[in-house]
């Protein structure tokens, strides 16, 4: 187990700056899950904590010590790859011991390490087969077990689960989370998949062009976030945002208008002004299907998605991205039916429209 510290870190390709000023503090033994799009600087980030990546500038401390110039092999820190790049000519076994191996560690002691982890990861029948005997989810297994033999203080993965099919990802997931809590060492963890972000992780950094939007728990990133962009990011499906302006500010709260319409509802803040405008964010689920009056607005069905457990609607409203509704499956809507939408004040968070940041919750 290890703390981890990221103070001002900076990362620069000549021209190109990656990394702007991270600054993140890790608890020893916690999982945190790096999201962010493409490009953001996620595997960037990870490599300069392996040290496989020189640092622009700032610092990175693992246990309080400054590991800027200390030799990747010697940081005691795993890195799984979303390509587990294994040794073809080698056994599933020379595979696993191969770092030990090299580290000149007792035989003795590497075949039990091997066995102990082969077992924990459910490969001992695997151990003399050949990589290109195995399937897809069993490698990445074993690139796992490659990594945790050594019994590193940190663990990095780099979206280790992106090449695996749906069944193989739900069943290496629970893996991972299980050996976290039986092991339990401090794992960092990079994915686009917003699932695995949010049940694996104790605690979420939402990175954007190489700086912290956001670090929290996944509930608190869920229910509260920060700005415009957090909000669209946690969360599958997305969160609707709609256009409104501020219509009338009473002590405790205001109305608003959407689309030239007059919004017979009151919403709870009054931190805004008269006509400014301001973007409502609604979460699938919180959006629903009301009367004309009770409406923020209204919009033809354009598009339906049948899950097995719900239905999500998506309805085209004029100058707006498409709306996403997520209703139980017993529901009448059919293609093309005009729906109006509402949603309890309770559940709307209200951004800035120009800065984007929160306003309400
Ligand atoms: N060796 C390099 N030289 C120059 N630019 C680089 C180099 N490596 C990465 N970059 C740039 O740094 C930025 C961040 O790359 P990085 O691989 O960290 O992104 P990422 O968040 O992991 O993206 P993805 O989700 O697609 O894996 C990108 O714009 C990339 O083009
Ligand atoms: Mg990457």
């Known amino acids: 187990m290890s703390s981890i510290k990221l103070n001002n870190l900076y990362k620069d390709y000549g021209q190109t700056n990656v990394i702007k000023g991270v600054d993140v503090e890790i608890n020893s033994g916690e999982f945190v899950v790096i999201v962010g799009p493409s490009g953001c600087g996620k595997s960037t980030l990870l490599r300069m904590i392996a040290?496989?990546?020189?640092?622009?500038?700032?610092?990175?401390?693992?246990?309080?010590?400054?590991?800027?110039?200390?030799?990747?092999?010697?940081?005691?820190?795993?890195?799984?790859?979303?390509?587990?790049?294994?040794?073809?000519?080698?056994s599933i076994y020379e595979n696993i011991a191969f770092g030990l191996k090299i580290a000149k560690v007792d035989k003795e002691i590497i075949t039990q390490k091997v066995l102990s982890v082969a077992n924990t990861l459910e490969l001992v029948d695997q151990l003399n087969k050949l990589p290109k005997q195995l399937?897809?989810?069993?490698?990445?297994?074993?690139?796992?077990?490659?990594?945790?033999?050594?019994?590193?203080?940190?663990?990095?993965?780099?979206e280790p689960l992106s090449n695996l099919d749906a069944g193989l990802r739900v069943n290496t997931r629970i893996e991972l989370a299980k050996l976290h809590?039986?092991?339990?060492?401090?794992?960092?963890?990079?994915?686009?998949?917003?699932?695995?972000?949010?049940?694996?992780a104790e605690k979420i950094v939402v990175l954007n062009e190489g700086e912290i939007e956001q670090f929290g728990t996944p509930m608190e990133l869920y229910f509260n976030p920060k700005n415009k962009f957090i909000a669209g990011f946690i969360g599958s499906p997305k969160m609707n945002f709609i256009?409104?302006?501020?219509?009338?500010?009473?002590?405790?709260?205001?109305?608003?208008?959407?689309?030239?319409?007059?919004?017979?509802q009151s919403f709870p803040i009054s931190n805004v002004k008269t006509n400014e405008d301001v973007t409502l964010g609604i979460r699938p689920?919180?959006?629903?299907?009301?009367?004309?009056?009770?409406?923020?607005?209204?919009?033809?069905?354009?598009?339906?998605?049948?899950?097995?457990?719900?239905?999500?609607?998506?309805?085209?409203?004029?100058?707006?991205?498409?709306?996403?509704?997520k209703v139980e499956i017993k529901n009448e809507i059919k293609m093309k039916d005009v729906i109006h939408l509402g949603v309890d004040s309770e559940n709307v968070h209200i951004f800035d429209e120009s800065s984007m940041s929160k306003k309400w919750p």
């Open 285 to 325: 689920e919180n959006l629903k299907s009301v009367t004309l009056e009770q409406s923020l607005c209204s919009g033809g069905v354009e598009l339906i998605e049948s899950l097995g457990e719900y239905d999500l609607i998506y309805i085209r409203i004029p100058q707006h991205e498409l709306l996403c509704m």
């Open 181 to 200: 809590q039986s092991i339990s060492a401090t794992m960092i963890y990079v994915t686009h998949d917003q699932v695995e972000a949010l049940t694996l």
């Open 51 to 90: 040290g496989l990546e020189k640092i622009t500038s700032g610092t990175i401390e693992i246990d309080d010590k400054v590991v800027n110039d200390i030799d990747p092999a010697k940081r005691n820190v795993a890195m799984v790859f979303q390509s587990y790049a294994l040794y073809p000519h080698l």
């Open 135 to 158: 399937s897809g989810g069993q490698r990445q297994r074993v690139a796992i077990a490659r990594a945790l033999v050594r019994e590193p203080k940190v663990f990095l993965f780099d």
């Open 243 to 264: 256009k409104a302006s501020i219509l009338n500010v009473n002590k405790n709260d205001c109305k608003v208008m959407v689309l030239d319409k007059v919004v017979d």
